[in-house]
């Protein structure tokens, strides 16, 4: 069964601090990894994507890091802010689907 | 530009009942993909149609079906309803299938069955 493993399930930094959101996936047939962002009461919004023959993608204060061989993609949210405080799924896509992550809930304190 | 559409916003069934639930994607979009949000979990797959054609399929009984219209529009029906059916119903619409780009996604049907 297809599979994309997210940790932590919860997540708390300081405003200006770095959050890390860890991915994993086992189905090689993934070719496409975006990253959503889901406020309460709203639908997931796309934040940044990557594909797999790339190893960093950077927009803005959001960096996507991939190990194409170990399988696994981070994001990194550079100078969190409290806005940014929500819920974060990590997706992989092949064909007709997206697999996701079971998400991360970040907390950013003043 | 509207986004993705859904409608209801809200609803409440009783078990038993079967629900019906719209969605209208970003205009020019053909595909428009289901998703099964459980409150606390990543969004699981239900079904993707384009072109009117149903395209995959997700691990979800036979209660569920879904179709597509001719202006892309799409619904998803679920039959004699469970209280595990009380969810978030996110619909998601892109360009083609198989996705290329990203999905948008609308804001969601929550259902609550009691």
């Known amino acids: 069964q297809q599979q994309v493993k997210q940790s932590p399930q919860s997540l708390i930094v300081q405003k200006g601090g770095i959050s890390i959101i860890n991915c994993a996936y086992e189905?090689?047939?993934?070719?496409?990894f975006p990253w959503y962002q889901q406020f309460p009461g709203k639908g997931p919004a796309l934040l940044i994507a990557i594909r797999p023959d790339v190893s960093e993608k950077k927009e803005g204060r959001f960096t996507i890091s991939f190990n194409k061989s170990a399988k696994q993609f981070s994001l990194h949210i550079m100078d969190s802010q409290p806005g940014d405080s929500a819920t974060y799924f990590c997706?992989?896509?092949?064909?007709?689907?997206?697999?996701f992550g079971k998400g991360t809930k970040l907390s950013v304190i003043p | 530009d509207a986004g993705v559409t859904q409608s209801p916003t809200h609803l409440i069934k009783t078990r038993g009942q079967h629900v019906t639930l719209r969605c209208s994607p970003i205009s020019g979009h053909k595909s428009v993909s289901w998703y099964q949000q459980v409150l606390g979990q990543g969004p699981q797959f239900i079904f993707q149609?384009?072109?009117?054609?149903?395209?995959g399929r997700g691990n979800f009984p036979d209660r569920f079906s879904a179709r597509q219209f001719p202006n892309y529009s799409s619904e998803l029906n679920v039959n004699a309803l469970l209280l595990g059916d009380s969810a978030l119903y996110l619909c998601?619409?892109?360009?083609?299938?198989?996705?290329?780009?990203?999905?948008?996604f609308g804001s969601g049907t929550r259902l609550t069955v009691v």
């Open positions: 997706a992989a896509s092949s064909l007709y689907q997206l697999t």
């Open positions: 189905n090689t047939a993934f070719d496409y």
């Open positions: 998601a619409s892109s360009l083609d299938a198989p996705v290329r780009g990203g999905y948008t």
């Open positions: 149609y384009y072109e009117k054609e149903e395209r």
